[in-house]
């Protein structure tokens, strides 16, 4: 037995997995059509109560297990990522604190599943609660388990999705749903200052687990900044003050729901915190006066509110909070064990309560008690309790109104200064007064046509002179024989070789012909070249269809088997080919890897997704689809940087002419003709870049040009040439990407555009991101380092710029392109930490943020052919129509606000190291409450599209078809795999980020 006893931490890990299982397969049979009749929902309660069951006796064992060996202590079972200097594990902590908390959490599992099977019996919603319930109990028990603060914040984040979905049971009612708006957010912003802490021990400490964290000795001004981050987190959670309001419309959910979660185990969440950390708050003592002031607080609060309540949920609630407050002052005067022991008697006392709470009035014949006759007297605290202190009042005059206010003025900045400057299409002047044709407005299209006629004049001037021109000295370094080539060239390998040898900055190659025994990178760009021409020739036959199909799998196959071919161990660029008369240079690392597999996979679903309802001309939009794969292919693969602008071009085209080629109305003309507007405008900049580097090469290599990026590292431009290029540069790819203030082309253009050809947008947007690591960065290394704080700055103005934008948006085409706008910032901001960890983060955000908001625009397109529309006010009813469609919305809008699971989680986590080693705690606090934003207006629309009350009869919709399971499904898959298995992304970015981030090490 006690040998048993011995091995039964090794399967602890069983706890938080039994539950998550029964969700999953409850699910599972909900998606196969399997939960119809009683029958179904006997299965349902009897998995979950299963798996309840198994967490409780396996706990119990646990317990059992302590009197003959002791407590267990922290067990690692798993590491799930590893980054720069520290590694995220999954790990279990079993000792006196965590075991007696789960214990009693598991029995009033069991004692609310048993109940809601009698209680829900023959709701329409039987189904959902039991797995929400089940993902509660998953993520609760890893919140009080987990023995580092990663895993703690993965369950800390589980509960709250849980908890918006319950207070959003009943999803028809406006109220119900308004609720659970405002309780998630109220509980967000307690997640950014968990995840500032968590950021900060990191960064301090190299470690998320818990004991050292417990056992950390630092500053004091440190310890009492990391402890802050902690206390909000847990105040949040545990609805102290100020963030209480939320608590009283919590009590929307069922009651079975209002047992568990506020009245038992989550709202005591916040308190199992401060239990966990109390030996590092115990280091600052101004911290813990402050949980004592803080608790007491809220209990004069709660206890004031709970004398004018007539309903027996409200008065249990302020009960609850009464006595939460209670506990939070015990810890701050260091009685621990006695919060302990007063956390689990209280949560028992309390479930009972609640689950007792709908026979209360079959119970008592007697009305509730009058408030008391002395507070009745006191008109002013009568009023004060009856409001419940204004706060929700408070709450809406210091935070909703100045946030609506200053969203109102960003959209009139917006409106009358951005638009302005940048222009708006079909309506040009002249841009000189003898040239009557050249038009333009704003500041971008005129700078266009300068630019354009500066291009003109410097051709005419340069090169067509006949004696020493440009054009001369190219014809003579084209010629391998010439001295000017001779002269250009240096032998930098010692072998006799002029070509193809490493350079500087520790940029190597390692050709093909040593990898794999056939050229895959231009398999990769004339595959998807071929297939367009095979199906543009086939016209509109099935046969043009499925071809165009079959390409984009084999693309996305050669991808699949060039990535696998990569050695992230060895830093040099691999698989490159090089011919030097055509300047084709190609060759991938593990970064340029993720990009290619997420164009080529993307690509595919796009050809699904055209498929998936019909589509006029299916024919020509795939081979022009696969036109656009061979631009993104060729940007990712070239080290020229003028192939890399002319694949720029031929992606830009591609686009071009889907949207003019299906545009049927004038809204949709003029977003094209702005997309084109800012395009050119971004591209003429590039190209001028490339012109410059290429020059001041020339000027330093006998007049022998060069945009090859290894040639190019080796001669870098200096002082004011190379803040030109990079200006030039950074600036050209900017409105690519789109970044503030030059995104004014992206909200028309998702608004008024082909939503087919949005998904290839989007991966054309990261594709920014990309030239901006491949060639700004290597090339313009000292432009970089003076100019960063700027960029930086704009991109967290960007930030919050555009979540206020999106927050005043009525159409939801409109308010995801805001959110693009909203977290390209955010990649920015990593991007620009000039960190290892902060470029690998960006890189894993590209790759979250084009899934998980291609998948959302191809919700969105489904929407719009079932409806005819994407207005938010117009929209209603959907979630019971296409429940499918409207989970994977919000599983993708999770996953942009990087909710665990999903790639976003561990990528905000490097970005939020990077931006604490670089810029410090402010900008940090910034991006997390940017973060806090995104999930305010994601999940806003999310509420008004999917779980608004129907108009009428609602929308007359379909169920959802099998090509869009697939397409959405696949989507998913790919996201939630890396999401949980982020490891091999990062062990395959990991050395190229040192590499790119080697360039600036201080």
């Known amino acids: ?98 075991l007696p908390v789960a214990t009693t959490t598991a029995l009033i599992g069991v004692l609310v599943s048993r109940f809601s099977a009698n209680y829900l019996h023959r709701e329409a919603g039987f189904h959902r609660f039991f797995i929400i319930l089940a993902f509660f109990l998953s993520g609760i028990q890893c919140v009080l388990l987990s023995g580092n603060g990663l895993l703690a914040f993965v369950g800390w984040e589980m509960c709250g999705v849980a908890s918006f979905l319950l207070i959003a049971y009943a999803w028809q009612r406006p109220v119900a749903t308004g609720n659970a708006l405002f309780a998630f957010i109220s509980n967000r912003a307690g997640d950014a200052g968990l995840l500032f802490g968590l950021g900060l021990s990191a960064y301090w400490l190299g470690s998320f687990e818990w004991p050292v964290l417990l056992n950390a000795r630092l500053p004091l001004v440190d310890l009492r900044v990391l402890a802050l981050g902690f ?20 009590l929307e959910g069922p009651t079975p729901s209002s047992a568990i979660f506020y009245g038992a185990v989550l709202i005591h969440a916040g308190v199992f915190l401060m239990l966990r950390l109390h030996p590092l708050l115990s280091q600052v003592p101004d911290v813990m006066a402050g949980l004592i002031l803080i608790g007491l607080l809220t209990a004069v609060y709660a206890w004031g509110c709970s004398l004018v309540q007539t309903d027996v949920k409200s008065a249990l609630i302020f009960a609850t909070l009464f006595q939460v407050g209670l506990m939070f002052a015990a810890i701050g005067a260091g009685w621990t064990s006695l919060a302990t022991i007063h956390l689990c008697l209280h949560a028992a006392w309390r479930t009972w309560q609640f689950l007792l709470a709908p026979s209360w009035l079959a119970l008592t014949r007697e009305p509730p008690a009058p408030p008391p006759s002395w507070l009745r007297k006191r008109v002013l605290l009568y009023n004060a309790a009856v409001q ?96 000017a080539r001779a002269a250009a060239l240096f032998d930098d390998g010692g072998d006799g070789n002029l070509c193809g040898d490493p350079v500087i900055y520790g940029m190597t190659q390692i050709f093909w012909s040593q990898q794999v025994n056939l050229p895959v990178l231009a398999l990769l760009q004339l595959l998807p070249l071929l297939g367009a021409a095979v199906v543009f020739a086939l016209r509109e036959r099935w046969t043009a269809v499925l071809a165009g199909k079959l390409f984009a799998l084999a693309e996305l196959l ?54 998936s309802r019909g589509m006029i001309s299916p024919g020509r939009l795939f081979a ?104 030039l540069l950074f600036y050209g790819l900017a409105v690519r990407t789109p970044l503030f203030p030059l995104h004014g082309w992206l909200p028309n253009m998702a608004q008024h555009g082909l939503i087919a050809v949005a998904p ?219 999401g949980f298995f982020t490891e091999p992304w990062l062990h395959l970015t990991e050395l190229a980020s040192q590499v790119a981030a080697g360039r600036f090490a201080r």
């Open 1 to 98: 037995m006690i040998e048993l006893a011995r091995h039964l931490p090794e399967v602890a890990w069983l706890i938080p997995i039994l539950p998550l299982l029964a969700a999953l397969l409850v699910g599972v049979r909900g998606l196969l059509g399997l939960t119809q009749g009683d029958a179904a929902e006997r299965v349902t309660a009897i998995w979950v109560a299963l798996a309840c069951w198994g967490s409780l006796l396996l706990l119990l064992a646990l317990d059992v297990s302590v009197i003959w060996l002791g407590w267990p202590g922290q067990y690692h079972y798993a590491r799930w990522f590893a980054a720069d200097h520290w590694q995220g594990g999954f790990s279990l902590l079993l000792d006196r604190l965590s």
């Open 231 to 250: 206390v909000v987190a847990a105040c949040a959670k545990s609805a102290q003050l100020p963030f209480s309001p939320w608590i009283a419309r919590a």
């Open 388 to 483: 419940r202190l204004w706060m929700d009042k408070l709450a809406g005059t210091l935070f909703a109104a100045p946030t609506l206010a200053i969203a109102r003025d960003v959209r009139a900045l917006e409106e009358k200064f951005i638009d302005r400057a940048i222009g708006e299409p079909g309506k040009g002047m002249a841009v000189q007064a003898d040239r009557p044709l050249v038009c333009a407005d704003g500041l971008a299209g005129r700078m266009l046509a300068l630019v354009a006629d500066g291009l003109q004049q410097m051709e005419n001037r340069l090169l067509l002179r006949t004696e020493d021109s440009v054009a001369q000295r190219l014809m003579l370094a084209a010629d391998p024989g010439s001295p």
């Open 558 to 611: 050669l991808a699949i088997r060039a990535v696998t071919v990569i050695d992230p161990l060895n830093p040099a660029l691999q698989l490159a080919e090089q011919v030097d008369w055509l300047a084709y240079h190609v060759a991938v690392d593990g970064i340029s890897g993720v990009f290619l597999l997420l164009s080529t996979l993307l690509t595919l679903l796009m050809t699904l997704y055209g498929m």
């Open 624 to 727: 022009v689809l696969l036109l656009a794969e061979a631009g993104l292919v060729g940007m990712l693969l070239t080290l020229n940087i003028a192939w890399f602008a002319a694949f720029s071009a031929l992606e830009l085209w591609a686009v071009m002419y889907l949207l003019r080629r299906w545009a049927s109305s004038r809204a949709e003309i003029q977003a094209l003709a702005r997309f084109v507007q800012y395009q050119g405008f971004g591209w003429a900049l590039f190209v001028a870049g490339c012109f410059v580097l290429g020059w001041g090469y020339a000027e330093a290599h006998g007049g022998r040009w060069s945009f090859d990026l290894l040639e190019l590292s080796g001669a870098l431009p200096a002082g004011k040439f190379q803040t030109a290029a990079f200006y």
């Open 760 to 978: 290839a947008l989007m991966v054309g947007v990261k594709v920014g991101i990309y030239g901006m690591l491949r060639f700004v960065l290597p090339l313009t290394p000292d432009a970089v380092l003076t100019w960063q704080p700027y960029v930086v700055g704009f991109a967290m103005a960007g930030v919050f710029f555009t979540a206020a934008l999106a927050f005043l948006q009525t159409n939801l085409r409109r308010l995801l392109a805001f959110a693009v706008v909203s977290h390209t910032s955010l990649l920015i901001i990593g991007l620009f930490s000039l960190h290892e960890a902060g470029i690998q983060g960006s890189m894993l955000l590209a790759a979250n943020f084009g899934l998980a908001v291609t998948g959302m625009w191809f919700i969105v397109g489904f929407v719009f052919r079932r409806t005819g529309t994407t207005e938010l006010g117009e929209l209603s009813g959907l979630f019971e129509r296409i429940p499918f469609l409207a989970i994977a919305f919000l599983v993708f809008g999770l996953a942009i606000v990087g909710m665990p699971g999903t790639p976003g989680f561990d990528a905000a986590h490097l970005v939020l190291e990077a931006a604490i080693d670089r810029f410090g705690a402010l900008s940090t606090v910034a991006t997390a409450l940017g973060n806090v934003a995104a999930a305010g207006f994601l999940l806003w629309g999310f509420q008004r599209a999917f779980l608004s009350q129907a108009i009428g009869a609602g929308h007359d919709v379909d169920k959802t078809q099998p090509m869009e399971y697939a397409v959405c499904g696949v989507a998913l898959a790919a996201m939630l795999a890396i």
